[in-house]
């Protein structure tokens, strides 16, 4: 642990007028923790999360306090989110095929965190083909799709469903009592899916986020 860490922590105490035994109990330590830690080295490195939590508590990067650079620190507070190189259909269907990602749109990490609590790899654009939840999403949107949030909490939203090696994107409304979805589409032109079993419904990721192309 390079003393640099050590002083840095020391003049983030002195600058915002914490005391080294406040830090300390707030971490769920003994009150010398952070002044040994300090003026003695001891223990030789922050554990990761007594560190996390001090560059929360701070509002620094964890590289200031010993931590490794992040892609995001890297990209100047900016997170890359990869596309998924297939398409979800509000129509007819998209095969779901060729499931590969290269990095396709950069999120500013404050403004992504606030969206979902889902890490960057839990995460994927996916464009929309069709009509079918127009207008909500229109053919061309680029959709963000938190894979994270899906099976175990699924509640009313919108979705990226797989249905017979297809890719659909879908509202769904959960019935109140029972196991039991019902499957929309937006436009009225085209039909639901009423009483549909929960079990039965195989979700990629909730839409939590669409962009489009104006005019």
Not at 86 to 115: C, I, T
Request: charged residues 25%; contains cysteine.
């Amino acid at each position: 642990m390079s003393v640099d860490v050590r002083t840095a922590l020391e003049t983030l105490c002195a600058q915002r007028g914490e005391d080294f035994a406040g830090l300390s109990r707030m971490l769920g330590r003994n009150p010398a923790y952070i002044q040994q830690f300090v003026r003695r080295g001891v223990p030789k490195r922050l554990k990761e999360a007594d560190r996390r939590k001090l560059a929360r508590y701070f509002s620094v990067s964890e590289s200031v306090l010993g931590g490794p650079e992040t892609a995001t620190e890297a990209n100047g507070g900016l997170v890359a989110v990869k596309r998924t190189l297939v398409h979800a259909s509000a129509g007819p269907g998209a095969f779901a095929g060729d499931e590969s990602a290269k990095p396709y749109f950069a999120f500013d990490e404050r403004w992504l965190r606030a969206l979902t609590g889902s890490v960057p790899g839990k995460l994927s654009i996916i464009r929309v083909e069709g009509d079918s939840m127009a207008p909500t999403l229109n053919s061309g949107d680029d959709i963000l799709v938190d894979l994270g949030d899906c099976a175990e909490r699924l509640r009313d939203g919108i979705y990226v469903l797989r249905a017979d090696d297809v890719l659909v994107v879908k509202r769904l409304a959960l019935h109140p009592a029972g196991r039991r979805v019902t499957i929309q589409s937006d436009n009225s032109a085209y039909p639901d899916w009423p009483d549909c079993d929960i079990d039965a419904v195989q979700c990629i990721g909730r839409v939590i986020w669409a962009g489009r192309k104006i005019g």
